[in-house]
């Protein structure tokens, strides 16, 4: 994306963590912003910050289907259609898999993944035809993953599966959805200087019968360790500049790549030499389609310049 200024952009999980950084940054562009939040103590203490800005709050429970569409009704009637759509909102519980319940499931894939599913729902297919129409020249979507979606230890698991999947989901539609000059973008931060270790301060009660006791001490632990995360808008900064490029993937912290590399390497080694099995030419032939297509879809994403 080239072009910033005057454009509306709608950011969950925008009043505080990597969400205000994104909100600031897209202010400093020239973009009218809509901050939705949860947390409305959070919105009016974000709004006050940012005064003499083009920028509104809008309570906003991502989980919510409905929720979402009445957010997306009232922002774009206010401030014009949204072409800049940052799907941030997002919580952790730090427990394994085994320790978890079907309520701490439900929770974080309506926040994670079913709130950016949410969000992608509501506002994609609007950007599609104002494009389609001439109404609108593109735009970008930006999915806040995690370094989680590479880097699956056995805690916070039901957190590492979510990003996986918001990884998963924004691959894909940044390859289809390139034909419309729309950008798609993961974000995958490390650690940010951001309040999800307090997550559960947000949980829905309907959510909480099958919920572990909160640990104050872990809190309080986690929450000495988030003051060293960086800065939200060192990060927004950085989100800007790739969105800039076109960029499928935003590393914002730098110390994770020897990491990621090793894990490659770690996985291309599990490839065995097999034998060839019975139907192998014939299933290789049929997947060079598949292959050819999406080696052709990279470069033009490479290569685009919107």
Not at 51 to 61: A, F, I, P, W
Not at 112 to 119: A, S
């Amino acid at each position: 994306m080239k072009d910033f200024a005057g454009r509306t952009a709608f950011v969950t999980g925008g009043a505080n963590g990597v969400g205000i950084g994104l909100v600031r940054q897209l202010l400093n562009e020239g973009c009218k912003v809509a901050i939705a939040d949860i947390r409305q103590d959070s919105i009016d203490k974000a709004l006050a910050a940012l005064d003499n800005r083009e920028v509104m709050g809008v309570q906003l429970d991502v989980a919510s289907r409905e929720g979402f569409r009445e957010a997306a009704d009232r922002v774009e009637a206010e401030m014009g259609p949204v072409s800049i759509l940052c799907n941030n909102a997002g919580v952790n519980l730090f427990q394994p898999i085994e320790e978890s319940s079907f309520d701490d499931w439900d929770w974080l894939l309506g926040v994670n993944l079913h709130g950016v599913i949410n969000g992608v729902m509501t506002f994609v297919p609007r950007m599609v035809e104002r494009v389609k129409a001439g109404e609108q020249k593109g735009g970008h979507v930006v999915n806040t993953a995690s370094m989680a979606a590479f880097l699956a230890a056995g805690t916070p698991g039901i957190y590492n599966t979510t990003k996986f999947a918001v990884r998963g989901l924004s691959e894909s539609l940044h390859y289809s959805l390139l034909q419309y000059q729309i950008g798609v973008s993961v974000l995958c931060p490390g650690l940010v200087k951001s309040y999800i270790y307090a997550s559960d301060d947000i949980r829905p009660d309907a959510l909480k019968g099958q919920m572990k006791a909160v640990d104050k001490a872990a809190v309080d632990r986690l929450a000495g360790v988030h003051e060293f995360g960086m800065e939200p808008d060192v990060i927004g900064a950085r989100v800007i500049d790739a969105m800039r490029h076109n960029r499928l993937h935003i590393f914002s912290h730098p110390d994770h790549k020897d990491e990621l590399r090793t894990i490659f390497d770690e996985i291309i080694a599990e490839y065995q030499d097999y034998p060839k099995d019975p139907g192998f030419d014939q299933r290789v032939a049929f997947e060079k389609f598949r292959h050819d297509a999406f080696a052709e879809a990279r470069r033009k994403s490479r290569a685009a310049d919107f």
